[in-house]
C-alpha cells in the first residue's frame, strides 16, 4: 500500500524559510501529479500547490512566489520549499498524491509561524 510521510515541520518567525518533505513508499513516478494542502485550525482544507510527472507547478494565489514544490523522484520525494512565511500559513500541511483509481494523503506535519 502507498503511504506518504511528511517531515519538516516546526515553529518558525515571520519572514523565515521552512522545507517539508514528502517520503513515499514506492516510486513516486508512478503518480502523475503530487501536491501539497493545508488545514488551519478550524478551517477548511485548501490547496497549496502541485506537480505534474512533467515538472510543471501550480500554486494557490496565497503562496504564488513564496512557496517551491520541486520532485525527486530518484530519492522518492516531494518537497515544499516555503519562504516569507507569514503567520497565516500556519496549518497541518499535507502531501497529496493522484493515483490512477485513488488519492493518497499523508498524515500531515504541523507548520506554526509565530514570533
Known amino acids: 500500500q502507498v503511504q506518504l510521510v511528511e517531515s519538516g515541520g516546526g515553529l518558525v518567525q515571520p519572514g523565515g524559510s521552512l522545507r517539508l518533505s514528502c517520503a513515499a513508499s514506492?516510486?513516486?513516478?508512478?503518480?502523475?501529479?503530487m501536491g501539497w494542502y493545508r488545514q488551519g485550525l478550524g478551517k477548511q482544507r485548501e490547496w497549496v500547490g502541485s506537480i505534474s510527472s512533467g515538472a510543471a507547478a501550480n500554486y494557490a494565489d496565497s503562496v504564488k512566489g513564496r512557496f517551491t514544490i520541486s520532485r525527486d523522484n530518484a530519492e522518492n520525494r516531494v518537497y515544499l520549499q516555503m519562504s516569507s512565511l507569514k503567520p497565516e500559513d500556519t496549518a497541518v500541511y499535507y502531501c497529496h498524491a493522484t493515483g490512477i483509481l485513488t488519492n493518497y494523503w499523508g498524515q500531515g506535519t504541523q507548520v506554526t509561524v509565530s514570533a
Open positions: 514506492g516510486r513516486i513516478s508512478r503518480f502523475n501529479v
